[in-house]
């Protein structure tokens, strides 16, 4: 089975709303990526984030070891948000990421 | 942030010819890699690359396939001879480190489209 589960699949909202997007993994993390993939295809790194919380403007990425997961928070969200969010496990000590299958978010206006 | 660049931005070939996808990695780093995504599909691991050698490959990394990066030139992907399937855009990413201590910085892709 997949070992990087992202959910929800898909995800509609209304601008200014705030979004939870999850990553859950079911091996042991080196480290976890997130980023945004456009509409057209080219990745945007958003967080580096082995443990604990970071911030970035609206966004927010915790990624909690023991319980094996890791959540991105979009606040007050706006249309240009919309695109796929991604998450990425590296597990072993080559730089290899497993990427899960993304999270489709569209903001309507 | 860091930039990777990718050459060509789209190559569209015949089956069975020879294709090579070009990448310059950010300066400093050390670790290469190339990613495959089949349109609407998974991102998915191929091959990465450190110190002149490949360090690990999926099963996606066919016997066609081969990696290079000749001293202070570009990481390139080479497919030999391309076939159908391979259709798909391929992401170079580079990293300073690895094993957790390593961020990855993806190029904006090569869509290349086998005939």
């Known amino acids: 089975g997949q070992q990087v589960q992202q959910s929800p699949a898909s995800l509609v909202l209304q601008e200014g709303e705030n979004a939870e997007l999850q990553c859950n993994f079911s091996t042991s993390l080196n480290s976890m990526q997130w980023f945004y993939q456009r509409p057209g295809g080219s990745l945007v790194s958003l967080f580096y984030?082995?443990?604990g919380t970071k911030h970035s403007g609206r966004l927010t990425s915790t990624t909690v070891i023991k319980e094996r997961r890791s959540s991105l928070h979009i606040s007050s969200s706006q249309t240009t948000d919309s695109g796929t969010y991604l998450c990425a496990l590296e597990t072993g000590n080559t730089g290899k990421l497993i990427f899960g299958l993304g999270t489709t978010l569209q903001v309507q206006p | 942030g860091p930039k990777v660049l990718q050459i060509p931005s789209h190559q569209i070939i015949d089956m069975g010819q020879m294709v090579t996808l070009n990448c310059d990695p950010v300066s400093n780093h050390l670790y290469f890699y190339w990613y495959k995504q089949i349109l609407g599909q998974q991102m998915e691991f191929l091959v990465n690359f450190y110190n002149g050698k490949v360090m690990e490959k999926s099963k996606l990394f066919k016997d066609q396939f081969s990696v290079e990066r000749p001293d202070g030139s570009y990481f390139t992907l080479k497919i030999q001879p391309t076939a159908l399937e391979d259709s798909a855009v391929y992401f170079c990413?580079?990293?300073?480190?690895?094993?957790?201590?390593?961020?990855?910085?993806f190029g904006p892709g090569t869509r290349l489209t086998v005939l």
């Open positions: 984030n082995p443990s």
């Open positions: 990413a580079s990293s300073l480190l690895t094993g957790g201590d390593a961020e990855q910085f």
